[in-house]
């Protein structure tokens, strides 16, 4: 069961009629860290992500302004993917028994490890609370699933090979990627109803990590001829836009939230990953 896919030509026209977006943005330096990346943003405008600083990668929070760490206890990295309008954050850490997902709330955290899997990674969370991500089987073969405290986890029925899932929508729209059997690339985007559209164009320069929101806005990046400009892309309508922080390499957009705010990171004339925050 799936949609009906989007045609080549549309790629050719939402390229054809991209704009810049304004440059409105706040750059994101954790204290001390030797790079800092953002993941997601919320709907009240915090953002998380992670920074590396003394061989380590530990999460972050911006709010208002000011940062706060972020590390699982125990961890020995700490990678946050999301977070909703509450303030609940999802992600991935790792210690010595292998890479959990997480969800803290507050001071509280609970651990993911969807059932019999030897890896789970929490990717995205809507504003439910309902967390998505993909694991890991004995067989190495990722799997795509959604958990919530309500209901436990539930594995997405999905045909393919090197599943990756980027977030979840308010009304229960996902987005990710896979490889069919005939290792054919796909982009995806589920309904809450388990129907499938893919956006299957082949366009090598285009990658899309982010999102959606629940416009169905995805982000990601597309590349140029020197480094890379950010792209946010509706997947209904088919409008974009792109950005270039000034005097970076490369940008590349990370999370979105429904005001079009967009985080993610830049790649400085030195090399440095920089955190940030764009607002339309």
Known sequence: MSFVPKSVCLLALLFAS??????QWIQLDYPGAVSTFGSAVSGVGDVVGDYFANGVDHGFLWHDGSFSNIDVPGANDTIPEGINVSGAICGYYDDQNGTHGFLLEGSSVTTL????ATTTYSTGIN???????IFVDANFANHAYKWNSNTGYEQIPLSGTQTQIYGISNPGFIFGTLYDAHQSFHRFLINPQGFIRYFDMQFGTLTLYGGPNDHNTVVGEIKRQHGADAIRWNL?????????IPSSNSTHGVGINNAGQVAGYYVDQQGKNHGFLWTP
């Open 18 to 23: 991209a704009v810049t977006w304004a440059d």
């Open 236 to 244: 209904t309508t088919g409008a974009s836009g792109t950005i270039r």
């Open 113 to 116: 490890n969807f059932p019999g």
């Open 127 to 133: 504003d439910s609370g309902d967390v998505v991500g």
